[in-house]
Nanobody, 117 residues
Framework: QVQLVESGGGLVQAGGSLRLSCAASGLTFSYYYMRWYRQAPGKQRELVAGITSGGNTNYADSMKGRFTISRDNAKNTVYLQMESLMPEDTAVYYC???????????WGQGTQVTVSS
């Protein structure tokens, strides 16, 4: 009964900021490597950022320096702070929980981010 509940998406002008949240339940949150993906229309889903239980982060090159992933294990929540947004950032953003050493992947419902020019 794992659930990843996302919030924070919406419409923003180019250059603006958004903070996405993903609240997890039904799993031992601290065991999971948390990731954000995004998928634009007609494109493959791509990795945005990932964070280990201990806070080690990684980013796709195109997002590095603009996006920040963080997590609060006490709140079972992972965040994605997005700055200097560009129209090409427009996509559905998905929260993912991955259990290291397994093939288990859990996905959120996705939240739409639209960046206007």
């Amino acid at each position: 009964q794992v659930q990843l509940v996302e919030s924070g998406g919406g419409l923003v002008q180019a250059g603006g900021s958004l903070r996405l949240s993903c609240a997890a339940s039904g799993l031992t949150f601290s065991y999971y490597y948390m990731r954000w993906y995004r998928q634009a229309p007609g494109k493959q889903r791509e990795l945005v950022a990932g964070i280990t239980s201990g806070g080690n982060t990684n980013y796709a090159d195109s997002m590095k320096g603009r996006f920040t992933i963080s997590r609060d294990n006490a709140k079972n929540t992972v965040y994605l702070q997005m700055e200097s947004l560009m129209p090409e950032d427009t996509a559905v953003y998905y929260c993912n929980a991955f259990l290291m050493g397994t093939t288990l992947n859990y996905w959120g419902q996705g939240t739409q981010v639209t960046v206007s020019s």
